[in-house]
Nanobody, 121 residues
Framework: VQLQASGGGLVQAGGFLRVSCTASGGFFSRYVMAWFRQAPGKEREFVAFISWMGNTAYTASVKGRFTISRDNAKNTVALQMDSLKPEDTAVYFC????????????????WGQGTLVTVSS
């Protein structure tokens, strides 16, 4: 499956952004979809996942501020990011895997190219 991310940009602290990812070439509805992020000089970290049934999980630092969703009819997954903080600045990657949900990046088989989100203070 090929993944194409979009929607990053520059926003002030407290603002919001929505990043999206469109999949092609696979049975999207059966994939676990996730968002990871990587800040400069840091490891790639888990942000959120959504199972094919719609079950979700978030890393603690974004819980209550970010919402992951999917539209299986449109082969898209989105991450709505509210109340953004400067520490949310990173390249955001969408990822896909089959099987069980996971929050470890090396368990995901398919990756989008990343989209940069910059939050100014």
């Amino acid at each position: 499956v090929q993944l194409q991310a979009s929607g990053g940009g520059l926003v002030q602290a407290g603002g919001f952004l929505r990043v999206s990812c469109t999949a092609s070439g696979g049975f999207f509805s059966r994939y676990v979809m996730a968002w990871f992020r990587q800040a400069p000089g840091k490891e790639r970290e888990f942000v959120a996942f959504i199972s094919w049934m719609g079950n979700t999980a978030y890393t603690a630092s974004v819980k209550g501020r970010f919402t992951i969703s999917r539209d299986n009819a449109k082969n898209t997954v989105a991450l709505q990011m509210d109340s953004l903080k400067p520490e949310d600045t990173a390249v955001y990657f969408c990822a896909a895997k089959v099987g069980q949900v996971a929050n470890t990046h090396n368990l995901y088989n398919y990756w989008g190219q990343g989209t940069l989100v910059t939050v100014s203070s």
